[in-house]
């Protein structure tokens, strides 16, 4: 067991530095798009080596209801960032100043859906789905659930930088991510909120480090206000207090994931 464990330990820090500085780091499109594809079958032997089942092990296989739990949970991570930059607009924190016409649309469009999609998915299986499933027989699990959090929220050093805000501002979404990999057991809904509320920033703001690839053109105006201040916080806890009710008042017809049906992805 202990084995397993410090196998499993060395396998996360072998998964999480090939994604951050390998795919992340290249900027050839289709090198990216390989290294990518790379990070599943070295995923699939690391999590059976550590003694985990394989990806299935972990909650990445193909479900009832996995679309639906999907789909929803895409579409409150969406919501929320939309009525984030709402706000912005109409406090005149930031302001608009266009978008992208026809045919401009699709490139930046496809780079924001894919870039993300992948980006997301494969933050949910590192942070969420193969730390809890390599902690939850060593630890107790509201420990394994705050580990989890944190490593999301430093996580977003690779992106950003360091800084408390960045971090106070994970630590809330990251209650949101890892509650829903908790209740529905796989990790679709979980991805799906993360997806979601990255495709709202991609469209207003790009993906990371590439402004260019953006749909909508806002710009900020140097203006503040409270709820402006307060936004990058508020929303995440707004958000995760929503998934509180929802997956409660929705639990005995949301789809849980079964470990025993489905189909491995």
Known sequence: MKKNLIIGIVGFFVLDLYFNLVPVKLTNMYLQLATILLFFPLASLITKVAGLGGLRGIGLYIHKGWGRNFLFSFLIGF?????????????????????KQGMQIIMPLMQILVGFFFG??????????????????????????????FIYAFEDFWYAGFSWSNIIFSVILGLSLT???????????????????????????????????????????????????????????????????????YESTTFIANKNEGFPV
């Open 179 to 249: 509650y829903a990999y908790f209740k529905t057991g796989s990790v679709w809904a979980d991805v799906g909120i993360h997806f979601g509320l990255n495709v709202a920033y991609g469209l207003f703001y790009g993906l990371v480090g590439n402004k260019d690839s953006r749909i909508f053109q806002i710009e900020e105006t140097g203006r503040e206000s409270v709820l402006s201040s307060v936004n990058p916080y508020f929303i995440p806890l707004l958000m995760f207090l929503f998934l509180l009710w929802a997956l409660k008042k």
């Open 120 to 149: 997301s998915f494969i933050n949910g299986i590192i942070v969420r789905a193969y730390v809890i499933t390599l902690l939850k027989d060593h630890l107790k699990i509201s420990w394994v659930f705050t580990i989890s959090v």
């Open 79 to 99: 919501s929320f960032w939309l009525i984030w930059y709402g706000i912005d607009l109409i406090t005149g924190t930031t302001e608009y100043q266009g978008r």
